[in-house]
T-cell receptor
Framework: DAKTTQPTSMDCAEGRAANLPCNHS???????VYWYRQIHSQGPQYIIH???NNETNEMASLIITEDRKSSTLILPHATLRDTAVYYC????????????????FGKGTHLIIQP | DAGVIQSPRHEVTEMGQEVTLRCKPI?????LFWYRQTMMRGLELLIY????????DSGMPEDRFSAKMPNASFSTLKIQPSEPRDSAVYFC???????????FGQGTRLTVV
């Protein structure tokens, strides 16, 4: 069973903020939320991760709801190069027991930035 | 650092042949992951290692697949015998500690005819 639910595809205008939602209603207390993206024909690229607090780095912001059942990845000023498949992943740390599974990717959201 | 290096980038082989994919992780990283990507199944985690020790191989599809990590700077994924349904892009990734970002290689595109 998938741990996360994401829309299949989204469009966003170039220069606008892209807000990508992710539902992870069955997340456990020590599972982290990760976001990766994959540009066509390349390996996945790490974007950001968090546990409870909102996080920001040079690429994006991650907003996690207080109950941790959903999160939103925000690309503040989308460019054409941000067109990619975006994956939201929840994961236990390896070696923590209970079936830690590393990073398991779902179907992701295909984000298309329109000029 | 040159990043995670995979070889070969492309491999075409005949059904029944042995195929070996290679990965050099980023120096100092203690986790190594092998993934397979197809249109039908997306990105699948096959196996991952910590400090050269296999931790979870539950994603390895069947006994035809095997992975080794003889030292911290090298890992192999072997398929013997190969079948057409093994055709996919195979990615290797490494990371330092947990949780942290995993760095992916450019992948090996395997075609079994």
């Amino acid at each position: 069973d998938a741990k996360t639910t994401q829309p299949t595809s989204m469009d966003c205008a170039e220069g606008r903020a892209a807000n990508l939602p992710c539902n992870h209603s069955t997340i456990s207390g020590n599972e982290y939320v990760y976001w990766y993206r994959q540009i066509h024909s390349q390996g996945p690229q790490y974007i950001i991760h968090g546990l409870k607090n909102n996080e920001t780095n040079e690429m994006a912001s991650l907003i996690i709801t207080e109950d941790r059942k959903s999160s939103t990845l925000i690309l503040p000023h989308a460019t054409l190069r941000d067109t990619a498949v975006y994956y939201c992943i929840v994961s236990l740390p390896p070696l923590s027991g209970g079936g830690a599974d590393g990073l398991t990717f779902g179907k992701g959201t295909h984000l298309i930035i329109q000029p | 650092d040159a990043g995670v290096i995979q070889s070969p980038r492309h491999e075409v082989t005949e059904m029944g042949q042995e195929v070996t994919l290679r990965c050099k992780p980023i120096s100092g990283h203690d986790y190594l992951f092998w993934y397979r990507q197809t249109m039908m199944r997306g990105l699948e985690l096959l196996i991952y290692f910590n400090n050269n020790v296999p931790i979870d191989d539950s994603g390895m599809p069947e006994d035809r697949f095997s992975a080794k990590m003889p030292n911290a700077s090298f890992s192999t994924l072997k398929i013997q015998p190969s079948e057409p349904r093994d055709s996919a892009v195979y990615f290797c990734a490494s990371s330092s500690g947990w949780p942290t970002e995993a760095f992916f290689g450019q992948g090996t595109r395997l075609t079994v005819v």
